[in-house]
Structures are given as structure tokens and as C-alpha cells.
């Protein structure tokens, strides 16, 4: 990557009288930089991403810079009629590489994410599992300048994870940008140059202890309960590591231990003010599902 790729005054909605989801962006990805982006469910992180990866365009404003760009949506259209090599060599040419090289890379990537076993199995036979790791594989086997991982590490086995951090570190220390959203507050904890959070269609930068709670503390989890159809008060979401929302209608939201004092006075200073119905320790977060095996899979 040569110079910054830089949103300007980005802005996006959905059909011509969509609310804005994003609004006033300005963003800059230096070379070699990683850069996290946070934030609520369905604030507009994904929409964020994909601008950042040149598959969808602003409503308004400007994007300059853009490298030679690969991207991990959060969904991967899995049931491609091709075998995974099939398809990353396909992908290999698409990005400019000869076919033999496509070939070469494709058969690394599948090799790095313990995937080589499946290489000749059709793509919609594989396990959820498998066909992230031909989803991640996609994206790096061209060497991108820009890679944009939107939850790419969902799904992946620990030791695939593990070489998705490898690779993302490998990509930064070649000059190349990565810019990633992961719901695990710890994933790449204290690495990323810049985090930012998506809140209310706008994007603010945070650094230093504010941006990353402390993913390793305790926490604390504050079930609260807000005038019908409120969201929590911007100030309260940008301090959880994550929101959920109970079958009651109650959102549980949580916090390193730190700041619970402060979600709460802030819940309950808000205006009109929420109900706090309990508060109590968090359970650890569990480690990411393990891919379950197909048929396809446990047979080869
Ligand atoms: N293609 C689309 N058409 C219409 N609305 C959309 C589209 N994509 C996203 N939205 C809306 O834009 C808002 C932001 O969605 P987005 O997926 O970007 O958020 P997010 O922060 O990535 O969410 P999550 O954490 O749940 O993945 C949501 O209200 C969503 O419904």
C-alpha cells in the first residue's frame, strides 16, 4: 500500500429515504496499520466495512487512496458450485495472479488453515467451519494491500484462528492495511494502531484504556429495561463489550468491572431514565465455537 486510503464526509443510507446509517465519516487507514472498529449490533459496522472494501459505494462523500483491496464479509456465500480449489484459484486469476500460481496459492492457504483435506470437496459440502476457512483464504492468497475482515475469525478452530492472527501480522509488517470488526473484545487485544466505534451513524476514534475494556478483568452484566423501543444512551454502549437482548424485552449489557458504576449512573441519569432489573458478575466469555464436521469432512 502506497498512501493513505482516506474517507471523506462518507455518508450511507439504504434506498433514497433510508435513514442515514453512517453519516460524516472520516477515516484514514495509513499503510501498515490495523486498525479495529467496534460498536453495537446494527449500528452500521458492516456497512462501514464494506465502503472500506470497495464493494458497495457512499451515499455521499468521498473515498481516495483505495488500494488493491480484499474483503471477508461476514457472510460467505458457501454453497458455490466449486471445489474449494476450484474456487481460490478462480479467485487467484480474478486478483491477477497466473494460474499456476493461483493453483500454488490456493494449495498454501488450504495447507495454513488445516484445510487441505478438503481441498477437492465441493464447496456446499463443507462444514461451516471449512468454507470460513476457504473464506479467509479468498482474501489473503493474492497478498492484498487493503484486507477487510468483517467477523472472519467466527467459526475457525482455535489453531485457524491462531493463523488468521499470524497472517493479519504478516500482511501489516508487509505494508498492508487490516481493518476488522469481532464481536471478542479479545481478539488481537492491545495490537490494533487505531480502534474506533460505530455509535449513532458516526465514527468516533478511541484510544488508550476507553477503547479497549480490559477483555481479561472481570465484568460485570446490568440488565436494564428502557422506555419502549429506546436504545441505551450512546454514553452507555460505548463503554460495554457487548448488548444482548433478553426474550423479556430487558437488554444485558456488559461491562469490565471498572466502569459498571458509571453504565449505571449513566442508565439511570438518562432522560427519561432506564430501570435497572439486576446486576451481577459475567460469566467468561466462551471460546468460539468449534466448526461442526459434515459428512464430507469426517470422511476424507
Ligand atoms: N443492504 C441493506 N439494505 C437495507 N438496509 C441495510 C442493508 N445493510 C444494512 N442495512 C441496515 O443498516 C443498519 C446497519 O447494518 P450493519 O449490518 O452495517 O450493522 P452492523 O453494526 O454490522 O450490525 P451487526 O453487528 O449486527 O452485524 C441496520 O439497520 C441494517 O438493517
Redesign the pocket.
Known amino acids: 500500500m502506497q498512501r493513505d486510503l482516506r474517507l471523506t464526509g462518507v455518508g450511507r443510507r439504504?434506498?433514497l429515504r433510508?435513514?442515514w446509517?453512517l453519516r460524516g465519516v472520516d477515516l484514514t487507514v495509513p499503510p501498515g496499520s490495523l486498525t479495529r472498529v467496534e460498536?453495537?449490533?446494527?449500528?452500521?459496522?458492516?456497512?462501514?466495512?464494506?465502503l472500506l472494501a470497495g464493494i458497495d459505494a457512499p451515499t455521499e462523500g468521498r473515498v481516495t487512496g483505495r488500494p488493491r483491496t480484499a474483503y471477508v464479509p461476514?457472510r460467505f456465500p458457501a454453497a458455490l458450485p466449486f471445489t474449494a480449489t476450484g474456487y481460490l484459484t478462480h479467485l487467484g486469476t480474478v486478483h491477477g495472479l497466473s494460474r499456476p500460481d493461483a493453483a500454488r496459492a490456493a494449495d498454501e492457504w488450504l495447507e495454513r488453515f488445516g484445510a487441505a483435506a478438503y481441498a477437492r470437496t465441493p464447496m456446499a459440502e463443507l462444514s461451516k467451519g471449512s468454507s470460513q476457512k476457504v473464506a479467509v483464504a479468498q482474501a489473503l492468497l493474492a497478498g492484498p494491500e487493503l484486507l477487510v475482515l468483517?467477523?472472519a475469525w467466527t467459526g475457525l478452530d482455535t489453531d485457524a484462528r491462531e493463523e488468521l492472527d499470524r497472517a493479519v501480522a504478516e500482511r501489516t509488517s508487509a505494508g498492508a492495511a487490516v481493518v476488522f470488526?469481532d464481536?471478542d473484545p479479545r481478539r488481537l487485544a492491545g495490537v490494533p494502531d487505531a480502534v474506533y466505534r460505530?455509535s449513532e451513524g458516526a465514527l468516533e476514534p478511541h484510544t488508550g484504556e476507553r477503547s479497549s475494556p480490559s477483555p481479561a478483568g472481570p465484568s460485570v452484566v446490568v440488565e436494564a429495561r428502557g422506555p419502549a423501543g429506546a436504545e441505551p444512551p450512546a454514553d452507555a454502549r460505548a463503554m460495554t463489550t457487548s448488548m444482548a437482548r433478553t426474550p423479556s424485552g430487558t437488554l444485558r449489557l456488559t461491562v469490565p468491572a471498572s466502569r459498571s458504576d458509571v453504565l449505571l449512573r449513566t442508565l439511570l441519569g438518562a432522560r427519561p431514565p432506564w430501570h435497572v432489573v439486576a446486576v451481577g458478575p459475567a460469566e467468561p466469555l466462551p471460546a468460539d465455537p468449534e466448526p461442526r464436521e459434515t459428512k464430507a469432512d469426517s470422511c476424507r
Do not use: F, I, Q
Open positions: 439504504y434506498g433510508g435513514p446509517v460498536g453495537a449490533n446494527g449500528t452500521g459496522k458492516s456497512t462501514l466495512l464494506r461476514e468483517d467477523e470488526v464481536h460505530v
